[in-house]
């Protein structure tokens, strides 16, 4: 801040401002799945077997209801916490444009704006512009044979307009740096379950799929659980990091589960979940004073204890407690059959000022673009296609180092050698054993095919996973992808 109190000029690649909006976002997405033949009814299909019937239903489940996080606004840290299964990362996934809109899955209310845009962009195809948010999700998908420097320059230049290609390597060192990663930027990713293609540790994994989205200082950052995985101090810089690139614009929303509380004291808005139930939408420094007035808590937050902690044990007393009154068929008891702290927070909610906190102050100073300026200014694709295919090229043939030769190959190999010459040891040389050679041949081609077809089989699931996601994120085309393999795999 400089002595005006407005906010530094930092250099942010002219990055546009981005205010997203979430409003009454109710979720009821199709479930596939089986129940027993005491459950069935008309509506659902019978797969009969040999000593019993299995139904395979399809049903729709309600996994939010009419949820509005608070607006997510540049120069602001958001944390949407709850329990496990409360609906964080679906909300999250549909604020990042990665669900595809169905209908039938959404209430009529649910709304996504962009900086005040009366324009609904979740229920548009396409309208939520990829190029200007980055998404870490929970699980990892890193090439093993990819170093950490290679794997986030990667991401870079596809990422990076061919104007400040010459920016890219700056970038990276900076990423590097801001993660701690530089000490290991030239080891291999290494296989995530150990054995002899270990490489890098769990959190230094985490770190490097964080650093994927980084290190193109997107204006929406969304990170699931970025925290998982890391001791509490290496949490606590990454976190901090995340705080720093805020003041220089970006909007950034991050699912986390109990963070320490200086992590909690980084957090500008807050949204806490229970079900799929919103019971707290706004500043961070407001939660406690709404759960503590809620007449089922009973008692304060106690002295020495993190309110992380606190708030997720409220939580899910007030969850155990519906549920053991649901049970027992005690249903005023447990708040004519819902929850107290979802009816709690909606009483509220109408009473308390719409928030505003700190961030409104910093964005006074600036103007936020309008949604057709923004398109305009973020291709569909960033890079062309001839880079796509050139970069893609080069990582399929760098993740091919060490997986060309095994133990197990060798050894498959080897015992297909002693195969065929027991049969067709010391043929006769002439056309009497022509039949012979050609069924030699023909071994020798249906070895070759086999051969291509085993070894595409354990990394199909992994590469039609990553290339899911990278699709999602209009990284590159489908076409330079298909070439890419191709090339990579004639070079084998």
């Not at 530094?8 to 479930?31: G, Y």
């Not at 290609?165 to 379950?193: F, N, P, R």
């Not at 229970?274 to 007035?293: H, N, Q, T």
């Not at 992994?462 to 996601?469: C, F, Q, S, W």
Request: hydrophobic fraction near 35%; proline fraction near 5%; include cysteine.
């Amino acid at each position: 801040m400089n002595s005006e109190g407005k906010p530094e000029e930092i250099e942010t690649h002219d990055m546009p401002l981005v205010k997203l909006s979430l409003e009454n976002i109710t979720f009821a997405p199709l479930m596939k799945g089986f129940t027993s033949s005491s459950k069935l009814n008309n509506s659902l299909s019978l797969k009969k077997k040999r000593d019993y019937t299995e139904a395979k239903v399809v049903l729709r489940k309600t996994i939010l209801k009419n949820v509005s996080p608070p607006a997510i606004e540049p120069y602001s840290l958001h944390a949407w916490m709850g329990p496990s299964g409360s609906g964080k990362t679906s909300l999250l996934s549909i604020a990042a444009g990665m669900t595809e809109f169905d209908p039938d899955s959404f209430s009529d209310d649910s709304r996504i704006t962009i900086n005040d845009d009366p324009q609904n962009l979740l229920s548009k195809k396409g309208g939520f512009p990829k190029g200007l948010s980055g998404v870490v999700w929970q699980d990892d998908l890193l090439l093993s044979n990819l170093t950490v420097r290679e794997t986030v320059e990667f991401a870079a230049k596809l990422k990076t307009p061919k104007s400040e290609m010459h920016k890219i390597q700056q970038m990276v060192d900076e990423v590097l740096d801001d993660l701690g990663l530089s000490a290991v930027g030239t080891s291999l990713i290494g296989q995530s379950m150990g054995g002899p293609g270990r490489g890098i540790s769990g959190g230094e994994r985490k770190r490097v799929s964080v650093a994927q989205e980084l290190v193109t200082r997107p204006p929406l950052i969304f990170l699931d659980e970025p925290t998982s995985g890391l001791d509490s101090t290496s949490a606590l810089e990454l976190m901090q990091t995340l705080k720093d690139l805020c003041q220089k614009g970006h909007s950034i929303v991050t699912v986390i589960h109990q963070p320490r509380t200086k992590i909690f004291d980084l957090v500008d808005g807050l949204l806490l979940l229970s079900e799929g139930d919103e019971i707290f939408s706004g500043p961070a420094s407001g939660a406690r004073k709404v759960l503590e007035s809620c007449p089922i808590i009973g008692f304060d937050l106690p002295d020495q204890t993190n309110i992380a902690d606190w708030i997720m044990d409220v939580i899910v007393e007030d969850e155990h407690r519906f549920k053991s009154n649901t049970a027992h068929g005690d249903e005023e008891a447990s708040g004519s059959g819902s929850k107290m702290l979802p009816i709690h927070w909606q009483r509220l909610r109408d009473e308390l000022e719409s928030y505003n906190g700190d961030n409104n102050t910093r964005m006074s100073h600036h103007q936020l673009s309008t949604l057709v300026e923004i398109k305009n200014s973020v291709p569909k694709y960033t890079s062309s296609f001839g880079t796509q295919l050139k970069l893609l090229t080069r990582r399929a043939v760098k993740q091919t180092r060490g997986e060309k030769i095994s133990n197990a190959s060798i050894i498959a190999t080897c015992a297909y050698i002693v195969f065929e010459s027991a049969f067709w040891f010391r043929l006769s040389d002439d056309t009497n054993h022509i039949y012979e050679r050609n069924s030699l041949v023909f071994f020798l081609i249906i070895s070759q095919a086999n051969g291509i077809v085993i070894s595409s089989v354990p990394t199909f699931r992994r590469d039609r996973a990553l290339l899911t996601r990278e699709r999602n994120k209009k990284m590159y085309r489908v076409l330079p992808y298909f070439f890419a393999k191709t090339l990579a795999g004639k070079n084998e």
